[in-house]
């Protein structure tokens, strides 16, 4: 698991999607300790082969890009985390589940990070890993140093009027049964880890991470957006994204509950929870240990 030199609630309230960078690379010091950590990371919880690099940002980048509806926001980014991705049952929400990591190590160092999922498979970020025939890579990073270190201080706080605007905790958390909401006075110790999950990022703003807790789980589930994942598939022919997503949640809530001294691990379980609707689908579950 990474180190982290600040609280790990301080640097998921912090960090923000950085569109605008200082075009000076980043110091050779940052870049150090972003491989020497990016070098640990080399299977998902589960045990699924991923590699990662710290790349700099090219001339041709812009044309594996150009098609992102965000990347003409992003303006002189001086590199790019990239990762290779090798096949598994749950290799998505262990790919975003490790990039997300990164992305809270990078924030740890005060460097700015957005989040780009589109196909790379064949793209000339593929080529500079060496991306084999049985891997994948499904999301890229932009990373550099903030052109702006006001836009750096208003991240907290642009955070903290997003978490205004999300999903409330009612509709997110459930007590043994969907429907029953879970409150955070009856969540007790895990309520700083559901919130972290709350305030994480998602593709489109979807926040499509359910959680259900029974006696010594929650479990985490996809709420889809009906028609969602077909559109993205079929007009700009990305990964999963929401299964990404999944990943930057259980990350958020695992470095919160170790930060807190709660143990527990992954697991895939018989939850036996009816469903309310068939867009909903489970994914994971925490599971608490002494």
Partial sequence: MPTYTQPITELIQQRFSCRKYNKEPIPVEMQEKLRSMMAELSTGPFGTPMRFDLITAENQDGKALRGLGTYGFIQGASGFVVGALGAGQLNL????????????????????????????????????????????????????????????????????????????WKELFFDRVWGTALSPEDAGEYSRSLEMVRLGPSASNKQPWRIVRTDGFFHFFIQRTKGYRNLMTRLVQIDDMQRLDM?????????????????????????????????????VSWILTD
Avoid at 116 to 140: C, H, N, W, Y
Avoid at 253 to 280: M, Q, R, S
């Fill in 93 to 168: 929400e262990e790919y975003g589940y490790r990039m997300e990591q990164i992305v809270l190590a990078a924030t740890n160092l005060g460097l700015g990070t957005c989040w780009l999922g589109g196909t790379f498979t064949k793209s000339a970020f593929a080529r500079r890993i060496v991306l084999q025939d049985d891997e994948r890579m499904p999301a890229i990073l932009a990373i550099g140093l903030i052109d702006d270190e006001v836009q750096s201080r208003k991240g907290a706080i642009r955070q903290y009027v997003a978490g205004q605007r999300r999903i409330p």
């Fill in 247 to 283: 990943g930057i949640a259980m990350c958020h809530f695992e470095l919160t509950a170790c930060e807190l001294g709660l143990n527990g691990k992954w697991g895939i379980v018989d939850h036996g929870l009816d469903l309310p609707n068939d867009l909903i689908e489970y994914s």
